[in-house]
């Protein structure tokens, strides 16, 4: 059990495609303020309960309760409404258009009556959206893309792309934050700098984020807890240092493909190498 309040707590969560047990009656409780990681080799199941949270799949059995509430049965945009957004594996962004365009799209979906419109109307409407411009400028610069406010995303490296998305997910004013590899295609020194600002942005704005991630320096540097899938059912769940000496763990990277994914330096932490193995 975490020692913060629950915020999202999903029981039993199960899903299919044809005869693959995608997800196969996960439990993962994550305390408000966390940032709880959600880790386990390729095809493990993480994005599928992901996209079962954001209600994008429909789940064959199982509950997802976020402060409370039952989750399962609600229309993805009334998810949003309640305060959760989410980066994606494969970038989810408008590419043709500025990073401001983007995170102020972002925006424009969590007021009711929507930014866009009011460009067009009232003075006192172009006064709210200026404020809006503003704040979505502001949460730009706070992902430290100051300078690339304008820039077309398409024209950024992949990385600086991954961010623009992370500051379109903030725009939302999440509670919980649902981030898919956020680090994937960074080296070591920016995955780094990813961690330092995740952990500014959930002191910040107050944020839980569950995250999934193959970094596992990273993973083990900003988690509070971990939950390892292994082939869509629940393997262990632990603070970092319970879940890198967790055997099963271990064997499961280790007996994996995987594995070479994950740095020499963080094998070491989760148990011996192959070449130690064989020494
Ligand atoms: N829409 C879908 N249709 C059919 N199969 C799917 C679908 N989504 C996921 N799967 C399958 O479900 C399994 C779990 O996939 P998922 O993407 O959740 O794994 P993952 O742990 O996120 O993997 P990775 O770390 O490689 O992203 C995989 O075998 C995948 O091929």
């Known amino acids: 059990m975490t020692a913060a309040p629950e915020l999202l707590t999903i029981r039993d969560l199960a899903i299919s495609f044809g005869g693959l ?53 609600l229309k993805p945009h009334r998810v949003a409404r309640l305060g959760i957004a989410r980066t994606f594996q494969n970038l989810e ?37 200026i404020r809006e411009r503003d704040h979505a400028l502001g949460l730009i610069d706070e992902v430290g ?51 330092d600002l995740l952990l500014r942005l959930r002191d910040r704005h107050g944020l839980t984020i569950l995250l999934i991630e193959h970094n596992m320096s990273l993973v083990m540097r900003v988690s509070d807890r971990i939950t390892v899938m292994e082939q869509g059912r629940f393997l262990a769940a632990g603070t970092p240092p319970e879940i890198e000496r967790h055997e099963a763990v271990i064997a499961a990277y280790l007996g994996n493909r995987d594995a070479d994914a994950i740095p020499r330096r963080d094998r070491r932490r989760l148990g011996p190498t192959k070449e130690m193995a064989h020494a």
């Open 145 to 195: 893309l100051g300078g690339d406010a304008d820039a077309i995303v398409a024209d950024l490296p992949y990385g600086r792309q991954k961010l623009a998305e992370l500051a379109r997910a903030l725009a939302l004013d999440p509670r919980l934050l649902l981030l898919d590899e956020p680090a994937a295609g960074m080296n070591q020194t920016e995955a780094r700098t990813l961690g």
């Open 21 to 73: 047990k995608a997800v196969d009656g996960i439990d993962v409780t994550v305390g408000q303020g966390d940032v709880h990681a959600l880790i386990g080799p390729n095809g493990a199941g993480k994005t599928t309960v992901l996209n079962c949270v954001s209600r994008f799949y429909d789940a064959a059995r199982g509950s997802i309760r976020f402060g409370g509430q039952e989750l399962l049965g």
């Open 93 to 129: 962004l408008f590419p043709e258009l500025s990073v401001l365009d983007n995170v102020l799209i972002g925006r424009d979906r969590a007021m009711s009556a929507g930014i866009l419109p009011a460009m067009l109307r009232l003075p006192s409407e172009r006064r709210e959206a």
